[in-house]
């Protein structure tokens, strides 16, 4: 995995379409997100526009799993664990 600068100085990722967070398909949280209810604004404000302020993103890119319920904001979801 690879997330690199573009020439401009604006952050490219070279791994994925732009706006989109490469770890869709595995992240555990996305296809929570993909629900309708209130959830649903953290696969609109960062999986598929801004995923690089996303907190499980910022640490999966530090080699850090993030916690199962760690959510793009950086507080924690108050629910059962996702398995997956
Ligand atoms: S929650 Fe974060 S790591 Fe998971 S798909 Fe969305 S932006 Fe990517």
Same mark, same amino acid.
């Given at each position: 995995m690879m997330?690199?600068?573009?020439?401009?100085?604006?952050p490219g990722d070279?791994?994925?379409?732009?706006? *989109?967070?490469?770890?869709?398909?595995?992240?555990?949280?996305f296809e929570?997100?993909?629900?309708p209810g209130a959830l649903n604004s953290y696969k609109i404000n960062y999986c *598929?526009?801004?995923?690089q302020r996303c907190a499980r993103y910022q640490?999966?890119?530090a080699g850090v799993k993030p916690a199962q319920n760690l959510l793009p904001c950086g507080k924690l979801l108050n629910r059962r664990p996702i398995r997956r």
């Open positions: 997330v690199m600068a573009a020439e401009d100085g604006s070279v791994n994925g379409p732009a706006g *989109t967070c490469e770890f869709i398909d595995r992240c555990p949280l929570l997100f993909s629900l *598929t526009s801004d995923f640490r999966a890119l």
